[in-house]
């Protein structure tokens, strides 16, 4: 009887096996998809962070660039005002010492791009073929010196400049019997208008330094070479080219400061 028992209660074990085998099956099916879902979770979160790096990078780098190109910018807008800076105020130097020595009953001219003083030599006595300034004429000589003085001391605006010209001129006419002919005697006169400067005024010219650190005023002739009149076929004509100039040129770039300027206006790796 025992036996029967037993013999009846093996199926229905097997079939309880084969339903647990069954679902530990089904389970382990879903385990893997669970997985397997899992990953390509993990993958594509690490693409997509991976893909937000790079465009964050991108964005740093496009940011960065844009910071050195304005950096660029205003480095070189900073060095054209500057140049722009140091032009205007040649220009309001040379205006007012115009208009100081107009106050003071001395005509003297300005060029159209006010950097030149022009003062005639009869403002200054020379007799003609003569680099002698006539006693009676040194105080308009001193006058004149004394306001460029003046002018360029206020706030150190001397500073600006690169360098101030004394320069003689002459008119056409050949001179015998002086050495060095219109070219010696042209120069000559600006050295004459000079030494009397040092020698008379308080404030020591000679002593000023441009831009550079270099000396501020040189002394020069140029005889008929350029004349503020090109035709010279009557007196009034030659009148106007007998003269001393005074030339003020402000601070030109020189070939380290243009180097200087491209490679901070240079883009990077360029």
């Known amino acids: 009887m025992s036996r029967r028992l037993v013999t009846r209660s093996r199926p229905r074990e097997s079939e309880e096996e084969t339903v647990w085998i069954s679902f530990s099956d089904f389970m382990l099916a879903?385990?893997?998809v669970f997985m397997l879902a899992a990953v390509a979770l993990v993958f594509s979160l690490t693409e997509e962070q991976n893909s937000l790096k790079a465009a964050m990078l991108?964005?740093?780098?496009?940011?960065?660039?844009?910071?050195?190109?304005?950096?660029?910018?205003?480095?070189?807008?900073?060095?054209?005002?500057?140049?722009?800076?140091?032009e205007q105020v040649r220009s309001t130097m040379v205006v007012?010492?115009?208009?100081?020595?107009?106050?003071?009953?001395?005509?003297?001219?300005?060029?159209?791009?006010?950097?030149?003083?022009?003062v005639p030599v009869e403002l200054l006595g020379f007799d003609s073929g003569s680099s002698d300034i006539r006693p009676e004429h040194e105080a308009n000589a001193l006058a004149i010196g004394e306001v460029i003085a003046e002018v360029l001391l206020t706030d150190d605006r001397y500073a600006t400049l690169d360098t101030v010209f004394v320069e003689g001129h002459t008119d056409d006419v050949p001179l015998d019997g002086v050495?060095?002919?219109?070219?010696?005697?042209?120069?000559?006169?600006?050295?004459?208008?000079?030494?009397?400067?040092?020698?008379?005024?308080?404030?020591?010219?000679?002593?000023?330094?441009?831009?550079?650190?270099?000396?501020?005023?040189?002394?020069?002739?140029?005889?008929?070479?350029?004349?503020?009149?090109?035709?010279?076929?009557t007196?009034?004509?030659?009148?106007?080219?007998?003269?001393?100039?005074?030339?003020?040129?402000?601070?030109?770039?020189?070939?380290?400061?243009?180097?200087?300027?491209?490679?901070?206006?240079?883009?990077?790796?360029?």
């Open 58 to 86: 991108e964005v740093e780098q496009a940011k960065a660039e844009a910071e050195q190109a304005t950096a660029r910018s205003n480095t070189f807008d900073s060095m054209l005002d500057s140049l722009g800076t140091g």
């Open 30 to 32: 879903l385990l893997t």
């Open 96 to 118: 007012e010492i115009r208009d100081a020595l107009a106050a003071r009953g001395i005509q003297v001219e300005v060029d159209p791009a006010n950097s030149v003083l022009r």
């Open 179 to 233: 050495f060095g002919g219109n070219w010696g005697l042209s120069t000559d006169r600006a050295i004459a208008l000079w030494r009397l400067w040092e020698d008379r005024l308080p404030s020591r010219l000679g002593g000023l330094s441009g831009h550079t650190g270099e000396r501020l005023f040189s002394v020069s002739g140029y005889g008929e070479t350029r004349p503020v009149n090109a035709v010279q076929d």
């Open 235 to 270: 007196d009034d004509a030659r009148a106007a080219n007998r003269r001393i100039d005074i030339r003020f040129t402000e601070h030109r770039l020189s070939e380290e400061e243009i180097t200087a300027i491209r490679a901070a206006t240079a883009p990077s790796g360029s």
